[in-house]
């Protein structure tokens, strides 16, 4: 899609200070996107990101925004809508990885989890369809390992990305009626922090033999977020180099 024809448009990422979530708000702005991006812990990361969009001749702004807390999501929400005017595109990219076997998961771990991987999803579609244009686009990150968990301790967060595909499918039926898609993302290991220790490991037995880019995600995000996606909706997407097969 051309910068053209998304002059006027307005893209909130929740998440978009680094990896994925900075690649989607890096590729949206190049789409011709406004774009608001939070985060919680690295205001660098998210400075850095947006004065790259800057630089490449693009409007951002970052906001602070703890998806645990719901005050802030909603903010966050209204940020934005005060920045830019009402949102044509919201991708819900924020997410924790906290690996831990049954035997040995704290209570602290599995709260973050559920509040910021299912709670804070949750409520960042709420919140965004509030202020969201009619055919909008709802965008989340989910995970192949709601498919397959793959490792043992990845229990808590494989059910948390489970529950993001498959709220995707009920929202997109509540949302339907006023023309806003909402699909799901979900990855495959993807070099970034988050993965950062056990990238190279996993990238031995994705059977493409590499690990994603945060890149080719924000490109899978820009087909969802523009014109000719507009009749899928409900679906989860996986992009893993075949990882699940
Ligand atoms: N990397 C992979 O292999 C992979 C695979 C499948 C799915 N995913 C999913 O893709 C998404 C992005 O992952 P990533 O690998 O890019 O992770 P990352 O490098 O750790 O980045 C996480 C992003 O989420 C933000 N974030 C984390 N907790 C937050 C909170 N409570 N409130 C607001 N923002 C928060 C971070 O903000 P700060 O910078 O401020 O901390 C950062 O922008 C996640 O949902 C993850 O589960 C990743």
Known sequence: MSAMNNAAKVALVFGGSRGIGASIARRLAADGFQVALTYVSRPDKADETVAAIKADGGAAIAIQADSANPADIRNAVDQTVTSFGLLDVAVINAGVL??????AVSIEDLDLSLNVN???VYLAIQAAAREMKDRGRIITIGSNTAIRT???GGSVYSMTKAAVAAMV????????PRGITVNNIQPGPTRTDMTAEMIDALATIVPLKRVG???EIAALASYLAGETAGYMTGASLTIDGGFVL
């Open 213 to 215: 880019d945060p890149d």
């Open 98 to 103: 906290k690996m831990g076997t049954v035997d």
């Open 169 to 176: 499918k009920g929202i997109a039926l509540d949302l339907a």
């Open 118 to 120: 299912v709670r804070g």
């Open 150 to 152: 793959g490792s043992v």
